[in-house]
């Protein structure tokens, strides 16, 4: 998170340091050729700057820059005023000045991939502060060259002309909309998705998603991927065959949403999910990102989903522990299938002569009642894990950067890792290589056995049948294994680590709770054949893909049922 905070600083201060330089050399003085260097860089700071912060404004350098370079052309051109100079300035600084309102409004257009359509007028909006920087460039270069103004010019009028076309079309389409809806709507009713997958969420959580879409597609029907965040496209596009749609607004939603439409999934809880729940024509169903005992696994929200999917009898008594009321028939008991390509162990750990220990913090969170994170005593417990000869995988939560004290942290672990690889020769695995060379079911794979915080990834290690053991960072001691029943088949650390020794013998020598552990298996993750596991999810997803014979009743407290997909509505 440091190093990536000081890249945008420095990219940011190049990019405005360039800028003024360039101005001041060009705008002041005779040394054409060294401001043209400089404007240059200035142009190419910004673009960079842009790629790493998508939303960065540069239109005051950009402006900047266009001012020295077209008052050192007219300065090596003559005393006279030029036609082509003049008109090309015009229309220089009038896309700098239109860049950036126009790619406003090109990102509240609905996006497409892997769909056979093409937004015109999306190209531009996205593409304008590149096209601005070539024509500065242009412009540079020919001053610097002595060159004359016409070719600028009529670059600039063709760029102009583009551009003003795309603004056509997005202002026809805005207060003239086609009654057969946009090219995207139109795509999307050709290739007729039964269901769609819905995401919203903060950046740096596409694993939600990308977890579900190899399962979703072994659905067999067509569907498509709906996302609010336009960040997420790249990731998700590559990670499907499916169409991707991304839909900033309600209307662009009512876009996506076409008749074919029976089902919505969901991953998370996220605030937007009620913009999609809207539409009661489809049947509602929530899949969740992983199965824990954190808080957040019992969320009162999911009460307004059709059908909660869940791996195993816990999900659901988790509910009832919480004190959420849920009819039991909304809950159907899939099992978690991406458990299924987990290797089930059953030789005991002791019988090993090297062991490998997988170490997974989480998070945070939001609230310190949910602080589960044992990235503060987590130099102390790898420590101790080296001590006793084991390899050690470390793989943290996506999150943990948006902590500082937290990245902090992960980085000494890292450092004791890589120090004790150097001494040793033993192959630790942190960082990129375990956070995304490596699934989180190859990190089991290679594994022995298992430190976690309490999080989602327990309830995956279980299905292998390997010893795991559970932080108590939030110190409840006895009653631990009360408010987290899955630690009741582990071997919980105290906060302050006290019985570290004593629990690591247990994870990593005689293992007593190995039948415990086969039990809580059946009970969190459902009693599913092991080379048939993911079938019954895929079949409960399917059943809700026939045809209804009822309408379906309008939930309490959700929006007015949406008029059928193609006709428009004052959303958005």
Known sequence: ???????????????????????????????????????????????????????????????????????????????????????????????????????????????????AVRSQSRLV?????????GLLALAALSAALTLPAWPVMLVGLLVGAVTAAAVLALAK???????????????????????????SAPPGSEYQITMWLPYLERIGRPFLVLLREPEFLPTVTAATRAPVVVCPTLKAIDEAIVPSLKVAFYVNHGAKNSHCIRFNQLTHIQLHHGDSDKAPSANPVS???????????AAIDRYARAGVTI????????????????????????????????????????????????????????????????????RAHPYTSQNPE???????????LAADRARTGRQHVWGSTAARELTLVDCVNRSDALVSDVSGVISDYLYSGKPYAVTDMLGLGERFTEDFP?????????????????????????????????????????????????EAFLSEARSHLRPKSTPPVQRDGAAPAVVPAGTRTAAG
């Open 303 to 313: 009460a307004i989903f059709d059908k909660i999917f869940v791996a195993g009898q």
């Open 327 to 394: 009819p039991r028939e909304k809950f159907a008991i899939v099992g978690r299938p991406q458990v299924e390509s987990i290797e089930v162990r059953r030789t005991p750990i002791a019988d090993l002569a090297a062991k490998t220990v997988l170490y997974t913090p989480t998070w945070t969170g939001h609230y310190a009642d949910a602080n589960y994170c044992s990235l503060p005593v987590g130099e102390t417990l790898v420590t101790r894990l080296l001590a006793r000869g084991a390899t050690v995988i470390l």
């Open 125 to 133: 909006t996205t593409h304008l502060a590149t096209a601005v920087a």
């Open 406 to 416: 937290s990245a902090r942290q992960l980085s000494r672990i890292e450092e004791l």
């Open 486 to 534: 899955l630690a009741r088949a582990g071997y919980a650390l105290h906060r302050d680590l006290a019985n570290v020794d004593g629990a690591l013998d247990l994870l990593l020598g005689a293992d007593p709770l190995a039948e415990t552990r086969w039990q809580t298996r059946t009970r969190y993750l459902g009693d599913f054949p092991a080379e048939a596991y993911a």
């Open 173 to 199: 389409r805005r207060f003239t909309p086609s009654a057969a809806g946009s090219p995207v709507s139109r795509a999307l009713h050709r290739h007729a998705p039964e269901f769609l997958l819905y995401f």
């Open 1 to 115: 998170m440091r190093g990536t905070l000081v890249r945008k600083l420095a990219v940011r201060a190049l990019a405005a340091g360039l800028a003024v330089a360039a101005f001041g050399v060009l705008a002041l003085t005779q040394a054409t050729t060294v401001g043209a260097v400089l404007a240059l860089g200035a142009i190419g700071a910004a673009l960079v700057e842009r790629r790493i912060r998508p939303q960065a404004e540069n239109v005051a350098e950009t402006v900047l820059v266009a001012a020295g370079v077209i008052t050192a052309y007219a300065r090596q051109l003559g005393d006279d005023f030029d036609p082509a100079l003049g008109l090309a300035a015009v229309v220089i600084l009038g896309l700098v000045l239109a860049e950036r309102p126009l790619r406003e409004a090109g990102s509240l257009e609905i996006q497409a991939a892997n769909l």
